[in-house]
């Protein structure tokens, strides 16, 4: 393992002013995507909508600075020929892979989920060094509800989490480490705060027992928020401020890089929160976005499946990223 290089990487994935897209859905998760905008999902138009974000050069070269791929798009060609992974490239962007293989249920804890994808992880991390992803991506989901998550649930994700992550390094990828606890719920911003707290001081627990340089890995983390159902919203500087106490009391700042999911926030709630968090500088850690839905969600309506609506997709794009690579610096204005 060349932590040097790791930790090079890991260092650009962050680099201010930029983040990185999720693009990484799940043919299913498309599917519902697509479904909203009354697109088919098949290849073809996955790989005509992904290629439209991977060309739009303004987002791709000035505010983004890694993308997720899900495996069917890293081995497919823009129409030209050109491999999709190469238009990344050529954006300056660094291209990564999402790794797992989805969530089962965890037997004996109702209603918990367990992230699966270690069989013949090795072997796959391979393939897509050769290709060219140099990080990678696994998503554990942690729920919050009546009696959950269990301890249990939290353990073994953290233990997958940290298998994974070492897997990556031993391969020359970066693991961007996912534990997502879902704002799906009723429950208010201190609960969150209390559940994230757990799962992350689990989660690094793990990463140390396993090796795991911290030096050359990516957090992906939730924020502190309400759940979605909560009647109390918490407003934004509250979210900043909680969000960033929250990961200084659990993040070393070994960590080179800390990159959001948006987790249903909507657009401008997800570069507001981002954009807050950084008036409460200086942090240890770089700090920026790696939305999927919130860089996306304007650009597919913009899109609707039409090869005449590229431009406007772009655009949609690119000021989306634009004002979250200005969150990135906390420099966006609403
Ligand atoms: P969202 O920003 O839509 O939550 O997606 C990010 C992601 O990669 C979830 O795994």
Redesign the pocket.
């Known amino acids: 393992m060349n932590l040097t290089e790791l930790n090079r990487i890991a260092t650009a994935m962050v680099a201010p002013g930029k983040g990185i897209l ?1 693009a ?1 859905e799940s043919s299913g998760t498309i599917k519902k995507r697509f479904d909203a905008i009354g697109v088919e999902s098949t290849e073809s138009n996955r790989r005509d909508y992904r290629e439209m974000l991977f060309r739009s050069r303004e987002a791709m070269s000035q505010y983004i600075s890694g993308v ?1 791929l899900y495996d069917e798009t890293i081995w497919q060609d823009a129409k030209d020929g050109t491999p999709l992974v190469k238009l990344i490239e050529q954006s300056g962007a660094i291209p990564g892979i999402k790794v797992d293989e989805g969530t089962q249920a965890l037997p004996m804890c109702p209603g918990e989920l367990v992230t699966v994808g270690l069989d013949k992880l090795a072997e796959r991390l391979r393939k897509y060094y050769e290709r060219g992803a140099r990080f990678a ?1 696994w ?1 554990a989901v942690i729920d919050i509800g009546s009696g959950i998550p269990s301890m249990t649930a939290i353990g073994v994700n953290a233990h997958a989490l940290a298998r994974y992550a070492a897997l990556c390094q031993a391969a020359q990828i970066v693991p961007i480490v ?1 534990p ?1 606890v879902l704002m799906d719920g009723d429950h208010d911003i201190d609960r969150c705060y209390e559940v994230t707290t757990r799962v992350l001081n689990k989660t690094f627990q793990e990463l140390r027992v396993q090796r795991v340089a911290l030096e050359g890995m990516v957090l992906k983390p939730n924020m502190a928020i309400s759940g979605k159902k909560c009647a109390k919203q918490a407003p934004v500087e509250e979210v900043a401020e909680k969000t960033i106490r929250l990961l200084k009391a659990c993040v070393p700042a070994a960590v080179p890089g800390i990159a959001f ?4 926030q909507s657009d401008e709630e997800a570069t507001a929160h981002l954009n807050a968090m950084h008036k409460l500088g200086p942090l240890p850690w770089g700090l920026t976005f ?5 860089l996306q969600a304007a650009p597919q309506k913009a899109w609707s499946g039409k090869a005449e609506n590229v431009a406007a997709g772009q655009n949609a794009f690119s000021h989306r990223a634009r004002m979250n690579g200005l969150a990135s610096k906390g420099e966006w204005q609403s």
């Open positions: 999720a990484d997720i991506k998503r996912e997502e999911l948006s987790g249903g790696s939305y999927g839905r919130a």
